[in-house]
């Protein structure tokens, strides 16, 4: 087959993969209707809103103790940090258990080292 042939066949196929897929789309539509029907399913049901998660936005790393507004640091610094030290509106983050204990941890690994009980 040269070129003109294999492109007129490929129109074709599309062609007769567009009518299958109207077909096909239409039954499962109407399959869909049905199951709707026949379980009382609601719209929220079938299409429950998931809320879409910013890509772009970060941890917040300042806070307005006036306002309680909170910026990433990123992008256009908010008016109430704007010349000032930005120090002074960092949000302290707790530290993770796993850091809290781990003094504990190496001193039961030390212990088990000498055949001891930890403190």
């Not at 120090?87 to 055949?115: C, K, T, W």
Request: with cysteine; charged share 30%; proline share 7%.
């Amino acid at each position: 087959m040269n070129l003109k042939e294999l492109l007129a066949a490929k129109a074709a196929l599309d062609a007769e993969i567009a009518t299958a897929r109207k077909g096909e789309s239409a039954a499962a539509l109407r399959r869909v209707q049905e199951l709707v029907s026949e379980f009382g399913f609601t719209m929220q049901q079938v299409f429950p809103l998931v809320p879409l998660k910013d890509k772009n936005a970060g941890e917040a790393k300042y806070q307005d103790p006036d306002t309680g507004k909170t910026w990433t640091g990123r992008g256009k610094p908010p008016t109430w940090i704007v010349g000032k030290n930005r120090e002074d509106f960092l949000i302290v983050q707790p530290e993770h258990e796993s850091h809290q204990r781990a003094p504990y941890l190496a001193e039961m690994a030390a212990a088990a080292g000498r055949n001891e009980r930890p403190c």
